[in-house]
Nanobody, 123 residues
């Protein structure tokens, strides 16, 4: 079992920044991917950034590439630095983990989830 807890959400003006944190507990050895997945109002969940372990580095969705930076302190702590935020970034951001290899954007493959943290970007 793996437990995930997010923190760091909030409300900012467009162009601002936020940093999300995810703390992980449990059988972290079995994790293949850890990701940040967001759900905008009225939309499906979307993986925006993920890191594979072992792997070559973070992956990003096109909508956040160049603005968001995923970093990790081993598998225990993961962060998402979000810069130049815009209203389309509004949503609940979840920390999630999966055991299987494959395409990191496949949201259904993530089996462990945190409760999520709200990010609101005002225009």
């Amino acid at each position: 079992q793996v437990q995930l807890t997010e923190s760091g959400g909030g409300s900012v003006q467009a162009g601002g920044s936020l940093r999300l944190s995810c703390e992980a507990y449990g059988n972290l050895y079995s994790i293949n991917y850890m990701a940040w997945i967001r759900q905008a109002p009225g939309k499906d969940r979307e993986a925006v950034a993920a890191i594979q372990s072992p792997g070559t580095g973070p992956n990003y969705a096109g909508s956040v590439s160049g603005r968001f930076v995923l970093s990790q302190d081993n598998k225990r702590m993961m962060y998402l630095q979000m810069n130049d935020l815009n209203p389309e970034d509004t949503g609940i951001y979840y920390c999630a983990a999966r055991l299987r290899r494959g395409t990191w954007t496949e949201v259904a493959q993530y089996v462990y989830w945190g409760r999520g943290t709200q990010v609101t970007v005002n225009s």
